[in-house]
């Protein structure tokens, strides 16, 4: 590649991961003011209210219960409040018994990790506890016996999170899973137009594409569910935000028919890799309903905005009454987890029937009886691509 052409791609990406960077700042804004406010009110509380002196544990537990993650706030409360509470009790039991120094603190927080992964402690409790532990040692020795003015701190610090939380500054649960489900819904769509496009065209290469693409939905995937559990727990525990429990709820709803969608088209994608590469004849009805389903993927979009109204759907027609002809696509099989890739899609919101697309990659899955595929492109039988490994 020209020296020019490698400047002009590096500043590109530059500008592309700086441009992705300030959006995901401006993303996670909330969550740093709360942060932000946490912390000072916690101390304050913790000093001018309680009269602790020093109530580092109050500002910390407060950020690590609000995190950057946003997500299962009122059990990460839960969990470093006793993490807190576990921590400074043992650390402060064994400083007294062996005092402090190097080998005193990592006695202490082995001890500290052992005993809660004994009691069962999730690895944020586990953390937490060994933290606490460790700070005690080295900051706060105790002179006087044992005292729970830290664990008061700790508890101040969870209980002004969880109000910021979810009483003064709530998130919008509803923008926030509307925000994660558009790259879904829009990767999806994309990648079914990349894979009735591949089969139209009859490019190998397009359709190992297709399924790379497919295989990068699940970052987005990911981030969905974890915007459905924030969304419907905030929805509940939040009282200005409950009047969108039900629409958050509908975005659960198709949820669970595009996790289904997103896992099976990936299959789909593979069947037309192998229907591809072996040669076989694709009828063209199938990548036609294949688009078809694209089109019914990215009308959910409106669909959900509009909070499930039927009359608000971009195509009523389900796909399967435009393109299924008696005996047109009834002969053969269709590969597996096919049909759950488009009853996915379509369940999720019009309910549209998939029944055209019980064909798709059906010259994909003939074998002859020895398992061994067909002729390849270049007419050598049982040639198969090792290229794309058979992961869901």
């Not at 946490?38 to 690590?64: D, L, Q, R, Y």
């Not at 969880?162 to 926030?176: G, I, Q």
């Not at 139209?200 to 699940?218: H, N, P, Q, S, W």
Request: net charge positive; hydrophobic share 45%.
């Amino acid at each position: 590649m020209p020296p020019r052409e490698i400047l002009e791609t590096a500043a590109e990406r530059s500008r592309t991961g700086f441009r992705a960077r300030v959006d995901r700042l401006l993303a996670l804004r909330r969550t740093l003011l709360q942060a932000s406010l946490s912390a000072g009110v916690a101390w304050a509380i913790a000093t001018e209210a309680v009269g602790h002196p020093k109530p580092f544990f109050a500002p910390v537990a407060a950020m690590i219960v609000l995190g950057l993650t946003v997500g299962q706030r009122l059990t990460r409360a839960i969990e470093v409040a006793l993490g807190v509470t576990l921590g400074i009790v043992l650390g402060d039991l064994l400083v007294l018994a062996i005092g402090s120094g190097a080998w005193q603190l990592v006695a202490v927080t082995l001890l500290a990790m052992s005993i809660t992964v004994l009691l069962g402690g999730s690895p944020l409790l586990v953390q937490q506890t060994a933290v606490s532990a460790a700070l005690v040692v080295t900051l706060q020795p105790p002179t006087g016996g044992l005292s729970f003015a830290r664990s008061v701190d700790g508890l101040i610090g969870c209980a002004v999170a969880l109000v910021l939380s979810y009483l003064v500054l709530p998130v919008d649960p509803l923008r926030l899973v509307r925000r994660e489900a558009e790259p879904v819904l829009r990767e999806l769509a994309g990648v079914l137009d990349d894979i009735a496009a591949a089969l139209a065209g009859g490019t190998l290469e397009d359709a190992e594409r297709a399924l790379e693409r497919a295989r990068a939905i699940d970052v987005h995937a990911q981030r969905f569910s974890e915007a459905l559990v924030i969304g419907r727990q905030t929805a509940v525990a939040a009282p200005s935000r409950r009047r969108e429990r039900s629409a958050v709820e509908l975005y659960a709803d198709a949820g669970v028919q595009l996790d289904l969608a997103v896992r099976n088209v990936r299959v789909l994608a593979r069947g037309a890799i192998r229907a591809l590469d072996v040669g076989d004849r694709v009828p063209p009805q199938v990548p036609e309903a294949i688009r078809q389903l694209g089109e019914a993927v990215a009308s959910l979009r409106p669909w959900l905005r509009a909070g499930g109204d039927r009359g608000a759907r971009a195509d009523e027609q389900p796909v399967g009454e435009r393109h299924h002809r008696p005996g047109a696509l009834d002969r053969g099989r269709p590969p597996p987890g096919h049909g759950a890739a488009a009853g996915g899609g379509a369940r999720a919101g019009a309910r549209r029937d998939d029944r055209a697309l019980t064909a798709t990659g059906r010259a994909a899955d003939r074998r002859d009886p020895s398992g061994r595929g067909g002729r390849g492109r270049r007419g050598r039988p049982g040639r198969r691509r090792a290229c794309c490994p058979a992961r869901p």
